[in-house]
Nanobody, 116 residues
């Protein structure tokens, strides 16, 4: 079992920045991949970015160049720095962690609202 503790999020104006963090507690074997998904109202949950324990990251096309994902393996924590935020970035952001072949673990979600 892995427990996830998310922090960050909130309200920001378009063009602004926000940071999210997610600390994982449990077996490191279940944390090979850490990342963030988001779900906008009325839409399906989508991958924002994920990163492996060897620091190989992938990003959704919609956030490339604006968002940066990083992780601290010693702290089992993943960080998402979001810059140049747009209204379409609004949604509930969920931390996701999983091993190479294990189950997915999800955080409770944190709301990000980009609005003037």
């Amino acid at each position: 079992q892995v427990q996830l503790v998310e922090s960050g999020g909130g309200l920001v104006q378009p063009g602004g920045s926000l940071g999210l963090s997610c600390a994982a507690f449990g077996s490191s074997m279940d944390m090979n991949v850490m990342g963030w998904y988001r779900q906008a109202l009325g839409k399906e949950r989508e991958l924002v970015a994920s990163i492996t324990s060897s620091f190989s990251a992938i990003y959704a096309d919609s956030v490339k160049g604006r968002f940066t994902l990083s992780r601290d393996n010693a702290k089992n924590t993943v960080y998402l720095q979001m810059n140049s935020l747009k209204p379409e970035d609004t949604g509930v952001y969920y931390c996701n962690v999983h091993g190479w072949s294990g189950p997915d673990y999800w955080g409770k979600g944190t709301l990000v609202t980009v609005s003037s």
